[in-house]
């Protein structure tokens, strides 16, 4: 991926990023610094971790309808990338622009963000208990937190633009300005959430 066309998703992770709190999100300084601290112990789980993640979708008949026969070793490979990359930082723009991606990646796939969620708890916990089990109490904490934080930050990234990608998918399907179809859209909830109203 280029920088010309994550230019998209540069704007998208900063508007996005935008409407965190600070409090509630990565920390790219402090949290980038311990994940890297702690990444050499942390790429020696990255087969593990991959085969775990991709056993447990294709565990799932639900999660396993997404993928098209003969392709885990692609999609492995994207996971391991991914996880090594992130390992390595930095956690720039360049990085969160790339998360924004993934909502549109997942748009495209069929994961729905509900997916998604679970394979991030996944993950976190797996990273948490790893952690646990390698590193004296005090670090493993730092380490869970910062990957936490790193999970949230992420997950917010890619539903956010899954939700506006698909309603931008939908608007132009239709013919319709994605601005006025998202406008529509909140009509028509504000509308279902009146039906829903004791009478």
């Given at each position: 991926?280029?920088e ?24 790219p300084?402090?949290?980038g ?9 942390m ?48 956690f ?6 790339w ?13 729905t ?19 646990r ?17 790193l ?20 608007a ?6 994605p ?11 504000a509308r279902?959430?009146e039906?829903?109203?004791p009478?």
């Amino acid at each position: 991926m280029t920088e010309k066309n994550l230019a998209r998703f540069y704007q998208i992770a900063q508007e996005i990023w935008s409407q965190l709190p600070s409090q509630a999100r990565f920390r790219p300084l402090e949290d980038g610094k311990v994940l890297s601290r702690y990444a050499p112990l942390m790429e020696g789980f990255t087969e593990e971790v991959v085969q775990g993640f991709y056993d447990t979708l294709f565990g799932h008949s639900a999660t396993r309808r997404v993928f098209r026969e003969g392709e885990r070793p692609a999609r492995e490979k994207t996971l391991r990338d991914w996880y090594l990359r992130t390992l390595r930082g930095p956690f720039n723009g360049q990085y969160f622009a790339w998360q924004a991606l993934v909502g549109l990646v997942h748009v495209r796939r069929g994961v729905t963000n509900a997916m998604m969620a679970a394979m991030w708890n996944w993950l976190t916990e797996e990273v948490a208990r790893r952690a646990r089990a390698a590193l004296p109490p005090e670090e493993a904490r730092a380490l869970e937190d910062a990957w936490r934080r790193l999970a949230f930050t992420v997950m917010a990234l890619i539903a956010e633009e899954y939700l506006e990608a698909y309603l931008e998918a939908l608007a132009l399907a239709k013919g319709e300005d994605p601005r006025a179809f998202l406008e529509e859209a909140q009509e028509a909830a504000a509308r279902l959430l009146e039906k829903l109203k004791p009478a």
